[in-house]
């Protein structure tokens, strides 16, 4: 693990393997069927208003995620771990969500957006949010503080210009 926390406080400085191997290995997983669930859509509709600003995008399509993907449940050399709430998610919702848990390291959270360029596209838009709505949830329950002001910044980004 690089954290005890799902929040990444250090700097990382992985190798560009290490990044190739964990894109493989959620494109692998994305193909996988499965009837499970990790992200309801009537979620994401009550969610991203609330907390997001902004209308429940469509999602582009859904694949399987991990759904529960942070520095506390990845190693070097690679293993993924703490799978109990992988199932169907919005494209792109691991990826957003290791960006999320990024935000305090900006250095990190480039590399992120980096290795999964489908982040910041309207591709990922409704996983984006729904990371984003997530943890801003949290916030609001007084978990994940030190995110707040990342998540209000990116919140801010996900709004389409006036």
């Not at 859904?62 to 759904?67: D, E, I, L, P």
Request: glycine share 6%; hydrophobic share 45%.
């Amino acid at each position: 693990m690089f954290s005890c926390r799902p929040i990444l406080h250090e700097d990382l400085d992985l190798p560009g393997t290490w990044w190739t191997d964990l894109a493989t290995t959620l494109h692998k997983l994305a193909a996988a069927a499965t009837d499970r669930v990790a992200v309801r859509p009537q979620y994401m509709e009550r969610a991203i208003p609330e907390f997001v600003g902004i209308p429940t995008p469509a999602a582009s399509g859904w694949s399987t995620a991990h759904g529960d993907l942070h520095w506390a449940n990845l190693t070097n050399p690679l293993r993924v771990l703490d799978w109990e709430g992988w199932g169907t998610a919005p494209e792109g919702f691991d990826c957003a969500m290791l960006y999320a848990y990024s935000l305090l390291r900006p250095g990190t959270a480039a590399r992120v957006r980096e290795a999964f360029p489908v982040l910041g596209s309207p591709a990922a838009l409704a996983a984006e949010a729904t990371v984003c709505a997530m943890l801003l949830q949290t916030v609001s329950r007084g978990d994940n503080l030190v995110l707040e002001d990342p998540l209000r910044e990116w919140a801010e980004d996900l709004r389409p210009p006036l």
